[in-house]
C-alpha cells in the first residue's frame, strides 16, 4: 500500500531534475510555450489552489508544472482508477500526485472512504502554505468545451478553511489550458492564469449547509473560468464551431497580424466562437444557414481528403516544384536524423497508438521520451565515442544527433503539407473543388 502522507514534503530529487524537466516539455516538447498573467501566482508560502480545464490527460499536470518559474512543487489530485496498477501508482505518487476515487470507477465503499484520507492530506498542505491543483470537471474530454464542475475541489477548500479555523484566507488560482493539438509532437500550448479570488462569501452558509456551499463555489468557480476558456456550448453543432474556429482564425491571421504568438489566435477564437453565438441569438435565420454551409464544406474536404488551409490558396507548378527540389536537397539532413531519433520516436507512438482513450497519446509520448531519450543520447555518445576514438568528437556528434530530432519532425511535416499541396493543385480546377472555394468564400462573407 502505497503512503501519500508526506506527498506534501518537499523533494530535493525534484530540485535536481527541474531544469531538465523544464527544458524538455517548454523547450523541446512543445513548438511554443506561453504563458500569460504569472503576475498573479501567489507568492511562495500563500496557500493556493490550482483548478484547471483538462483537454490533455497527465499532461495538464506537466504543463501546470512547467508555468511556474521558482521551484514550487504542487500536489494534484488524479481520479483513482489510473492508480490500480502498483507501478503506475509509485510513478504517480513521485509525480505528487494523489487518488480520488468516483462512484462509477471505484472499488466500492472502501475506495471512497479513502477520499477521506486523501481530502484530509489534501487540506494539511493547503494548511502548511503549499499548492494543490485539481481538475474540476473531474475528467478529461478532447473538446473544446467546459464542462460540469464536481464537488472535490470545493469539498477540499471548504475542509482546508476549517482546519485552520476560517483564518486560511485560501486563494483558488483559476488557469486556462489550451492546446493546438494534443496529440501530436512540436506543436503550441497557452496557459492563461486568471486573478485569483476567494470564497470567504461562502463560509457561513459552509457551517449550515456544506452542500449549498458547494454549489455556489463552483457556481462563482465555474463562471470565473467560463470568461477565459473557449468553451462550444452548442453540442449539437460542435464540429461546425469547431472547423469555424480554425478556419476564420487562420484567415485573419494571416491577413491582420504581423508578429503574433498563441495567445493571439486563442483570442481570435474566443471572438470567432462570440461571433458565432451572437448570430444564433440575433439572426436564427443566417445562423442555420452558416452551419448548413458548414457542414457541406467540411463534408466535401473529407470526402475529397483535402485541408481547409490550401482552399483558395493561390499555388504555381513552378513554386511546387521548386519546393519540391528543395525537400530532395534537404533530404539528406532528413536521413541522418532519422537514423539517430527513429527508435525513440516511433517507439512511443506504437505504444501510444494501443492505447484505448488517444487523449493519454501526448502524455505517453513526453513521459516516455522524458525517460528514455537521455539513454538513448548516452547510448549514441557511448558508441560514437568508441568508433572515433575521442569523447570530444562523440559528443559533437550526440548534440548534431539531437538537435537533428527537429530536422527529421520538421521534414516530416513539410513533406507530409507538400504532399497535400500537390494533391489539391491537380485537383483545383474541377467541380468538386470550385465548389468547395466557393462554400468558403460564402462563409467567410459571415464574418
Same mark, same amino acid.
Given at each position: 500500500?502505497?503512503?501519500?502522507?508526506?506527498?506534501?514534503?518537499?523533494? @530535493?530529487?525534484?530540485?535536481?531534475?527541474?531544469?531538465? @524537466?523544464? *527544458?524538455?516539455?517548454?523547450?523541446?516538447?512543445? !513548438?511554443? #510555450?506561453?504563458?500569460?498573467?504569472?503576475?498573479?501566482?501567489?507568492? &511562495?508560502?500563500?496557500?493556493?489552489?490550482?483548478?484547471?480545464?483538462?483537454?490533455?490527460?497527465?499532461?495538464?499536470?506537466?504543463?501546470?508544472?512547467?508555468? *511556474?518559474?521558482?521551484?514550487?512543487?504542487?500536489?494534484?489530485?488524479?481520479?483513482?482508477?489510473?492508480?490500480?496498477?502498483?507501478?503506475?501508482?509509485?510513478?504517480?505518487?513521485?509525480?505528487?500526485?494523489?487518488?480520488?476515487?468516483?462512484?462509477?470507477?471505484?472499488?466500492? !465503499?472502501?475506495?471512497?472512504?479513502?477520499?477521506?484520507?486523501?481530502?484530509?492530506?489534501?487540506?494539511?498542505?493547503?494548511?502548511?502554505?503549499?499548492?494543490?491543483?485539481? #481538475?474540476?470537471?473531474?475528467?478529461? +474530454?478532447?473538446?473544446?468545451?467546459?464542462?460540469?464542475?464536481? !464537488?472535490?475541489?470545493?469539498?477540499?477548500?471548504?475542509?482546508?478553511?476549517?482546519?485552520?479555523?476560517?483564518?486560511?484566507?485560501? +486563494?483558488?488560482?483559476?488557469?486556462?489550458?489550451?492546446?493546438?493539438?494534443?496529440?501530436?509532437?512540436?506543436?503550441?500550448?497557452?496557459?492563461?492564469?486568471?486573478? &485569483?479570488?476567494?470564497?470567504?462569501?461562502?463560509?457561513?452558509?459552509?457551517?449550515?449547509? &456544506?452542500?449549498?456551499? @458547494?454549489?455556489?463555489?463552483?457556481?462563482?468557480?465555474?463562471?470565473?473560468?467560463?470568461?477565459?476558456?473557449?468553451?462550444?456550448?452548442?453540442?449539437?453543432? /460542435?464540429?461546425?464551431?469547431?472547423?469555424?474556429?480554425?478556419?476564420?482564425?487562420?484567415?485573419?491571421?494571416?491577413?491582420?497580424?504581423?508578429?503574433?504568438?498563441?495567445?493571439?489566435?486563442?483570442?481570435?477564437?474566443?471572438?470567432?466562437?462570440?461571433?458565432?453565438?451572437?448570430?444564433?441569438?440575433?439572426?436564427?435565420?443566417?445562423?442555420?444557414?452558416?452551419?448548413?454551409?458548414?457542414?457541406?464544406?467540411?463534408?466535401?474536404?473529407?470526402?475529397?481528403?483535402?485541408?481547409?488551409?490550401?482552399?483558395?490558396?493561390?499555388?504555381?507548378?513552378?513554386?511546387?516544384?521548386?519546393?519540391?527540389?528543395?525537400?530532395?536537397?534537404?533530404?539528406?539532413? *532528413?536521413?541522418?536524423?532519422?537514423?539517430?531519433?527513429?527508435?525513440?520516436?516511433? =517507439?512511443?507512438?506504437?505504444?501510444?497508438?494501443?492505447?484505448?482513450?488517444?487523449?493519454?497519446?501526448?502524455?505517453?509520448? @513526453?513521459?516516455?521520451? *522524458?525517460?528514455? /531519450?537521455?539513454?538513448?543520447?548516452?547510448?549514441?555518445?557511448?558508441?560514437?565515442?568508441?568508433?572515433?576514438?575521442?569523447?570530444? =568528437?562523440?559528443?559533437? /556528434?550526440?548534440?548534431?544527433?539531437?538537435?537533428?530530432?527537429?530536422? /527529421?519532425?520538421?521534414?516530416?511535416?513539410?513533406?507530409?503539407?507538400?504532399?497535400?499541396?500537390?494533391?489539391?493543385?491537380?485537383?483545383?480546377?474541377?467541380?468538386?473543388?470550385?465548389?468547395?472555394?466557393?462554400?468558403?468564400?460564402?462563409?467567410?462573407? #459571415?464574418?
Amino acid at each position: 500500500m502505497i503512503d501519500f502522507n508526506n506527498i506534501g514534503k518537499h523533494s @530535493y530529487t525534484w530540485d535536481i531534475i527541474m531544469p531538465y @524537466y523544464r *527544458f524538455a516539455l517548454r523547450d523541446a516538447y512543445f !513548438k511554443e #510555450f506561453v504563458v500569460v498573467g504569472r503576475e498573479n501566482i501567489p507568492p &511562495p508560502g500563500m496557500p493556493a489552489f490550482i483548478i484547471a480545464n483538462h483537454q490533455n490527460s497527465a499532461l495538464d499536470g506537466l504543463v501546470i508544472v512547467g508555468m *511556474f518559474k521558482d521551484f514550487r512543487q504542487p500536489v494534484f489530485l488524479a481520479r483513482g482508477d489510473v492508480f490500480k496498477n502498483n507501478i503506475v501508482a509509485k510513478i504517480l505518487r513521485f509525480w505528487r500526485v494523489m487518488p480520488t476515487f468516483r462512484l462509477k470507477d471505484s472499488g466500492g !465503499k472502501s475506495d471512497l472512504m479513502k477520499n477521506l484520507e486523501t481530502f484530509q492530506i489534501a487540506a494539511h498542505i493547503l494548511k502548511t502554505g503549499g499548492v494543490i491543483g485539481m #481538475f474540476p470537471e473531474a475528467m478529461h +474530454q478532447e473538446g473544446r468545451y467546459l464542462g460540469t464542475f464536481k !464537488k472535490g475541489v470545493p469539498r477540499i477548500c471548504f475542509e482546508a478553511e476549517e482546519a485552520a479555523d476560517y483564518e486560511l484566507n485560501l +486563494q483558488i488560482l483559476p488557469v486556462n489550458l489550451h492546446y493546438s493539438n494534443i496529440h501530436n509532437f512540436r506543436e503550441k500550448v497557452l496557459v492563461e492564469i486568471g486573478k &485569483p479570488f476567494g470564497f470567504s462569501e461562502f463560509l457561513e452558509i459552509y457551517k449550515n449547509n &456544506p452542500n449549498e456551499a @458547494y454549489l455556489q463555489f463552483n457556481e462563482k468557480a465555474r463562471t470565473i473560468f467560463k470568461s477565459m476558456v473557449l468553451d462550444i456550448e452548442d453540442t449539437e453543432h /460542435y464540429e461546425e464551431y469547431n472547423l469555424l474556429r480554425e478556419m476564420i482564425r487562420r484567415y485573419r491571421i494571416k491577413n491582420n497580424y504581423k508578429k503574433y504568438n498563441y495567445f493571439d489566435e486563442f483570442k481570435e477564437e474566443k471572438k470567432v466562437i462570440s461571433e458565432i453565438d451572437t448570430l444564433k441569438e440575433e439572426t436564427p435565420e443566417r445562423f442555420e444557414t452558416l452551419m448548413t454551409e458548414t457542414k457541406q464544406y467540411a463534408e466535401g474536404l473529407k470526402k475529397l481528403n483535402l485541408r481547409d488551409w490550401l482552399v483558395n490558396k493561390k499555388l504555381t507548378g513552378f513554386g511546387l516544384i521548386f519546393k519540391t527540389l528543395l525537400m530532395v536537397l534537404f533530404s539528406p539532413f *532528413f536521413l541522418f536524423g532519422f537514423i539517430n531519433n527513429a527508435i525513440p520516436c516511433l =517507439v512511443p507512438n506504437m505504444l501510444s497508438k494501443k492505447i484505448k482513450d488517444k487523449v493519454f497519446m501526448g502524455s505517453i509520448r @513526453y513521459v516516455l521520451g *522524458f525517460i528514455f /531519450y537521455p539513454v538513448w543520447c548516452l547510448l549514441i555518445l557511448l558508441v560514437a565515442s568508441l568508433i572515433s576514438g575521442s569523447f570530444i =568528437v562523440g559528443l559533437s /556528434y550526440t548534440v548534431l544527433a539531437f538537435l537533428s530530432l527537429f530536422v /527529421y519532425y520538421r521534414y516530416r511535416v513539410t513533406t507530409l503539407k507538400l504532399w497535400h499541396s500537390w494533391r489539391y493543385f491537380l485537383k483545383r480546377r474541377t467541380g468538386e473543388v470550385e465548389e468547395l472555394k466557393n462554400l468558403k468564400s460564402r462563409i467567410l462573407l #459571415f464574418f
